[in-house]
């Protein structure tokens, strides 16, 4: 059978966008905790800059540490925003919900500018093979009126991983930035 060049264009397009639409993954959120009580702070406003990432966890691919150490996607499940900005927005959130300080992440909605400016630069973050999800970096906060004391203070998070599917480290990323969140809290608290 002889087909026409149109007919074989409209099967090549119609294959094209068949092979394009069978690969819909699943999108997944790091869990968000209820919070149970505000913490009360020393200050009253708290600008959050952007998130600093490295490459690797700025990718929508759900990641997981192998035998070999090497990270790899976990196949049919991404991130539902993987940017800085949302994760920036997700601990704002967090933060806010936990302590007396109003939190927003840059740039500052408010004329006033806020007491202190909160940065977070997270140096690594894995769902590991030995069933843990670790996230480590360092938070820095300056006071440019002077509200309180500037630090600088280093984390390194370790919490279980129920397992090593999408929803499990889904589930760990999320109790990780609940830790994350107490501990810049507390330390604003003091």
């Known amino acids: ?66 035998p070999d150490g090497a990270l790899k996607a976990l196949k049919g499940a991404e991130w539902a925003d993987n940017s800085a900005e949302a994760l920036t927005a997700d601990l704002a959130r967090r933060l806010d919900l936990g302590g007396s300080a109003s939190v927003a992440a840059e740039p500052w909605p408010l004329s006033e500018p806020a007491d202190v400016r909160l940065e977070v630069r997270i140096d690594r973050i894995v769902a590991a093979q030995d069933g843990t999800f670790r996230l480590s970096g360092q938070f820095a906060v300056a006071s440019p009126n002077l509200h309180m004391r500037e630090f600088l203070e280093r984390f390194a998070i370790t919490v279980p991983l129920a397992d090593q599917t999408a929803g499990g480290i889904a589930a760990a990323y ?14 604003l608290a003091r």
């Not at 952007?50 to 990641?63: C, E, N, R």
């Not at 999320?174 to 330390?187: K, N, P, Q, Y």
Request: charged fraction near 20%; aromatic fraction near 4%; charge should be positive.
């Open 174 to 187: 999320g109790r990780a930035l609940d830790d994350l969140s107490g501990r810049i809290l507390r330390r």
């Open 1 to 66: 059978m002889i087909m026409k060049p149109v007919s074989q264009a409209f099967l090549l397009c119609t294959l094209a966008l068949a092979a394009c639409g069978s690969s819909n993954p699943a999108r997944f959120l790091p869990e968000v905790a209820a919070s149970s009580s505000q913490q009360r702070l020393r200050v009253s406003t708290i600008e959050l800059r952007d998130i600093v990432l490295p490459a690797y966890g700025s990718a929508a691919d759900i990641l997981s540490e192998g």
